[in-house]
């Protein structure tokens, strides 16, 4: 006959185990560092994401410092370091992670307000150009983001090759921005001829919510409007970004900071919708693996940069 005594003494162990765990992590990382991609510019990420790191500081019982990345590589080289815990990336940027021996797991992707898990990148040209393809533009300026975006970079790279174009030589100077809100504003003001950028559809893209916030404005000041802006190029569907932690943290943080994503949407709607100007659903899970196609993406373009060295 099992002795109850001994029943209860045995969940007590394994009560006490459980918060022994839980405190454990909590006790070995008092603080996290959170990142994000430079999507836009540095006071813009620190007013969109603050919110949200407040929500993960109080989900999660620890401190969560918000980093704002220079660029997309510092995201990268601080996940290698093991400064950043937590990463917030463009697919390229993640998959150049992964490519070049970070150790860092992607866990929850963007949804978009209709559900899909995916953009675009696009060419835009201003309406008042005479450029109507990519093919009009040759000696002109060409506005890209990083150069580990992927629908800054690495997509419109791969688009243009496969148009036989090489951005390098066709034109007369490739400029990169760095940032998205960087590139829209360079093509608003006539610093570059054509810039590359993300768009989800018409009615939802970086250049729409830049609009929506009357960002962009001509070199002159006058205010434009979607219509000042034509899209000459658009690419096959690119997977949405991912948030990404490292790989050695301990499991039970990792399923702690995953499900703090995972229910943000419901315990911070406000904190929640900011990230995405109220556009997108809820994050869902992801893994890893549902990168490989952006890796051998980065892994074509960077064999184009070989044969044009």
């Known amino acids: ?14 009560s006490f185990a459980s918060s022994a765990s ?25 007013e969109r994401y603050t919110p949200f790191v407040n929500y993960l500081s109080k989900e999660l019982g620890v401190k969560v410092t918000l980093r704002v990345a220079n660029d997309y ?9 093991g400064n950043i815990h937590i990463g917030y990336y463009g697919p390229a940027s993640f998959a150049r992670a992964r490519v070049t021996g970070v150790k860092t797991d992607a866990f929850v992707i963007d949804v978009n307000s209709d559900g899909s ?12 150009s005479p450029y109507q393809k990519l093919e009009d533009l040759k000696g002109k300026n060409l506005g890209l983001v990083d150069p580990n975006s992927t629908s800054g970079n690495n997509m419109p790279r791969f688009k243009m090759s496969q148009m036989g174009i090489d951005p390098d030589t066709y034109f007369s100077q490739v400029i990169f921005t760095g940032s998205h809100e ?5 093509l608003a003001q006539g610093t570059v001829d054509v810039a590359a950028n993300w768009w989800n559809n018409g009615d939802d893209s970086n250049l729409t919510r830049m609009l929506t916030k009357n960002m962009v404005k001509s070199a002159d000041g006058t205010p434009l409007k979607k219509e000042d802006f034509r899209i000459i190029g658009k690419s096959d569907m690119i997977i949405n ?4 932690y490292l790989s050695d943290l301990p499991t039970d943080m990792k399923a702690a900071i995953k499900q703090a994503f995972l229910d943000a949407a ?31 993406l980065i892994k074509f373009v960077d064999s184009l940069r070989k044969k044009g060295s």
Not at 2 to 12: F, K, P, S, T, Y
Not at 241 to 244: F, G, N, V
Not at 268 to 295: M, Q, R
Request: aromatic residues 12%.
């Open 73 to 81: 590589a510092a995201v990268i080289e601080g996940q290698r370091a």
């Open 182 to 186: 960087n590139a829209v504003l360079a």
């Open 1 to 14: 006959m099992i002795n109850r005594r001994l029943v209860l003494a045995g969940l007590a162990a394994l």
């Open 266 to 296: 419901k315990k911070d709607p406000e904190a929640f919708a900011k990230l995405s100007d109220g556009k997108n659903k809820p994050w869902e899970a992801i893994s890893t693996e549902d990168y490989n196609k952006t890796v051998e």
């Open 117 to 128: 898990k995916g953009y675009y990148s696009v060419f835009y040209v201003l309406a008042k």
């Open 22 to 46: 839980a405190e454990d992590w909590r006790t070995k990382y008092p603080e996290i560092t959170f990142a994000a991609i430079p999507a836009e510019n540095g006071s813009g990420v620190v």
């Open 241 to 244: 970004s991912p948030y990404a």
